[in-house]
C-alpha cells in the first residue's frame, strides 16, 4: 500500500491543535476551487513521489519525543486526504497511542472514507468553503451533497469539541451574511467550533 504525497512539514507550533505536529500533505483532490491554497495538489508532476505507511513512520518518528511532550502529532491534508483512508488506517495501526492524529479535509468524498478513518482520528479540521449549494459549486465546480452528508456522520459519531468548521470569507462568492446563515445551519447539526477567516487574493 503507498499513496502519493507531496510533502511532509515538520515542527508546526500550535497550527493544528495544540503542540508540534507534522503535516502530511497527499496528492489529489476532488475540488477545483479558484482559490485553492495548494495547487500543487493537481500537479501530475508532483503525483509520482509515492510513500507506504511504514516508509512514512519512518520519516515522523524521529519527532516522537516533541509529540508526546507537548500532545502534538500528525495532521493529514492536501488535497484531500480522505481519499487515502485505508493509508490513514494502517498508519495508525501502528503508530504510537499518545500521538494526537488530525484531518484537514474538505469531507467530498464517500461516506465510506471517513467511517473508515472515525475510529483512529482525533481532530478534524473541516474545510467547508460555504455550506450554500450553488455557492459552493460555483466556488468549487463540484456539488456539496457528500459534504452535507459527511457532516451529519461526523456530527452523530464524533464529539463536537473535537471538529472546527473553516468558513472563510471568499471574495465575489460569499459574504458575512451568507457565512452567518451557514453556521447557524451548521450548528443545527450540533458543530460548536468554527474558524472564521478571509481569503486573500491577488485580484483587485
Same mark, same amino acid.
Given at each position: 500500500?503507498?499513496a ?13 491543535? /495544540?503542540g508540534?505536529?507534522t503535516?502530511?500533505?497527499f496528492?489529489?483532490?476532488p475540488?477545483?476551487? /479558484?482559490?485553492c491554497?495548494?495547487p500543487?495538489?493537481?500537479d501530475p508532476?508532483l503525483g509520482? /513521489?509515492k510513500?507506504?505507511?511504514e516508509?512514512l ?5 524521529t ?6 511532550a507537548t500532545?502534538?502529532g500528525?495532521?493529514f491534508g492536501?488535497?484531500e486526504?480522505?481519499l487515502?483512508?485505508a ?6 495501526e501502528?503508530a504510537?497511542k499518545?500521538?494526537?492524529i ?6 467530498n ?12 482520528v ?8 460555504d455550506?450554500?449549494p450553488t ?7 463540484h456539488?456539496n451533497n457528500k459534504?452535507?452528508e459527511?457532516? /451529519?456522520?461526523?456530527a452523530?459519531l464524533t464529539?463536537k469539541?473535537?471538529v472546527i468548521i ?10 458575512d451574511?451568507l457565512?452567518?446563515?451557514?453556521i447557524?445551519?451548521?450548528?443545527k447539526?450540533g458543530?460548536i ?7 486573500i487574493t491577488?485580484?483587485r
Open positions: 500500500m503507498n502519493p504525497i507531496i510533502g511532509i512539514e515538520r515542527h508546526r507550533i500550535v497550527t493544528d491543535g /495544540k508540534i505536529t503535516l502530511v500533505a496528492h489529489g483532490c475540488l477545483h476551487c /479558484k482559490y491554497l495548494n500543487q495538489c493537481h508532476n509520482n /513521489k510513500i507506504t505507511p516508509e513512520y519512518e520519516k515522523v518518528s519527532d516522537n519525543l516533541y509529540f508526546t500532545g502534538g500528525i495532521t492536501g488535497g486526504p480522505l487515502q483512508s493509508f490513514i488506517r494502517r498508519f495508525c501502528f504510537p499518545a500521538w494526537n488530525s484531518v484537514e479535509t474538505s469531507l468524498v464517500d461516506c465510506r472514507h471517513l467511517e473508515e478513518i472515525l475510529p483512529v482525533d481532530n478534524f479540521y473541516v474545510d467547508i468553503k455550506i450554500n455557492i459552493y459549486k460555483a466556488y468549487t465546480q456539488d459534504v452535507i459527511n457532516l /451529519k456522520l461526523l452523530s464529539p469539541e473535537n473553516r468558513m472563510p470569507l471568499i471574495p465575489h462568492f460569499n459574504n451574511a457565512r452567518t446563515a451557514g447557524n445551519e451548521l450548528k447539526y458543530f467550533n468554527f474558524d472564521l477567516f478571509n481569503y491577488n485580484e
